[in-house]
C-alpha cells in the first residue's frame, strides 16, 4: 500500500522518505518499489547515497547519523514503517528534523508496550479489517486455533523494539509451549498438509 501512495506522490513531483528499521525490510519495499517502476535510492550503510530519486528508503539508524548532510526540507512525504517505534530517539530525531514532511505511519501493532501513544506524530488511524471481516468476506479461510496457554515473556530480551528470536526460539522449545508436534498433528490433522512456524533454524529443527 505505502508502495503506491509513493509511487503516486512522486508522480505529482513530491519527495518521499521511506524508513525502516532492518536491513530485510529496506530490501523487501525496495523489492515492491521496484515491481511498480519506481527508481528510487537507498540510504543504507552498504549503500552510496543518491539523492536524485524522488523516492528514498532509508534506514533510520544512517538515516539519522547524515541527517546533518540533508535539508530539513528535502521530503514532503515520510512513510515510517512499524510507526510504533516513532517515538523512539533515533526515530524521533529524523521525524523532528524533517518536520516540515506529512508523516504516514504504518503498523500492525499500533498499541505500544510502554503505553504511549502515538498522537504526537499522527492526527488520525486508519484501521483496516479484522481477520473476521476478512473470513466473513471470504478473503480468508475460516481458521479453528488450538494453542496452549502462551509461554511467558518476562525478561526476554528485544532488540530495536523486537523480541530475540534466538531466545524466543529457545523458550518455545520447552514445555508445554513445544508440546508433542507429531501427536498433536495425528489427533487434529493426520493425512492433512500442514505448515510449522518457526522463529529461528533451532526451532526449527527442533519441530
Not at 543518491?50 to 548532510?69: F, G
Not at 517505534?85 to 498499541?111: E, Q
Request: charged share 15%; hydrophobic share 45%; net charge positive.
Amino acid at each position: 500500500v505505502f508502495s503506491h501512495i509513493a509511487e503516486q506522490a512522486a508522480a505529482k513531483g513530491s519527495r518521499i522518505c521511506i524508513l525502516v528499521h532492518r536491513q530485510e525490510l529496506l530490501r523487501q519495499a525496495s523489492a515492491s518499489l521496484y515491481s511498480l517502476g519506481v527508481r528510487h535510492g537507498l540510504i543504507s550503510p552498504r549503500h552510496r547515497m543518491d539523492l536524485s530519486a524522488h523516492v528514498q528508503v532509508a534506514s533510520v539508524q544512517t538515516l539519522a547519523r547524515r541527517l546533518h548532510k540533508l535539508p530539513a526540507g528535502l521530503f514532503q512525504l515520510l512513510v515510517v514503517d512499524e510507526a510504533h517505534h516513532s517515538n523512539a530517539g533515533t526515530w524521533a530525531k529524523v521525524l523532528d528534523h524533517f518536520a516540515s514532511a506529512r508523516a504516514l505511519g504504518v503498523t500492525a501493532t499500533p498499541c505500544r508496550t510502554d503505553g504511549r501513544g502515538l498522537g504526537e506524530w499522527y492526527s488520525a488511524m486508519v484501521q483496516g479489517p479484522t481477520a473476521a471481516e476478512l473470513t466473513a468476506s471470504a478473503h480468508l479461510a475460516p481458521a479453528r486455533v488450538l494453542a496452549p496457554p502462551g509461554p511467558s515473556l518476562v525478561g526476554l530480551r528485544k532488540r530495536m523494539g523486537d523480541y530475540d528470536l534466538n531466545q524466543a526460539g529457545q523458550i518455545l522449545q520447552a514445555g508445554q509451549a513445544m508440546g508433542d508436534c507429531l501427536a498433536h498433528y495425528r489427533r487434529y490433522l493426520d493425512g492433512q498438509t500442514a505448515i510449522a512456524f518457526c522463529c529461528s533454524v533451532a526451532h526449527a529443527e527442533a519441530v
